[in-house]
């Protein structure tokens, strides 16, 4: 639980954080995302959490987009992640440049670019 609460309360920061910067009040974001001050404050001092409903009305109300929402602290990389990066590392260094070159293609292609 010490994880998530953490989470939670980095959230809550960070939308408080986005609600400042646009010169809202609580009052005032209420109304734009159709809830009350009070949930707001809930929010904002971790003491509830968003539904995924009341997320994307926080974000149109904001006008902002979820992502800029979730932008909390650097993501850890997990160790087998980490060690997974280190392999590709090494063989993209490894590699020449007609490798890059078709490792870059295989990329795109795999991303629909």
């Known amino acids: 639980m010490g994880r998530n ?3 939670v309360g ?21 109304y734009k995302v159709g809830t009350t001050a009070q949930f707001i404050s809930c929010l904002e ?7 995924l409903t009341m997320i994307f009305k926080i974000c149109d109300g904001l006008e902002v987009e979820p992502s800029d929402l979730f932008k909390l602290t650097k993501l850890k990389t997990k160790p087998k992640k980490k060690a997974f990066y280190e392999k590709i590392d090494a063989v993209l260094l490894r590699a020449s440049d007609h490798e890059l070159r078709a490792i870059y293609k295989m990329i795109k292609l795999f991303l629909n670019e």
């Open 45 to 51: 001092n971790g003491i509830k959490t968003p539904s």
């Open 10 to 30: 980095e959230l809550a920061t960070r939308l408080k954080e986005i609600r400042l910067s646009k010169g809202l009040t609580q009052e005032e974001m209420s």
């Open 5 to 7: 609460s953490s989470r």
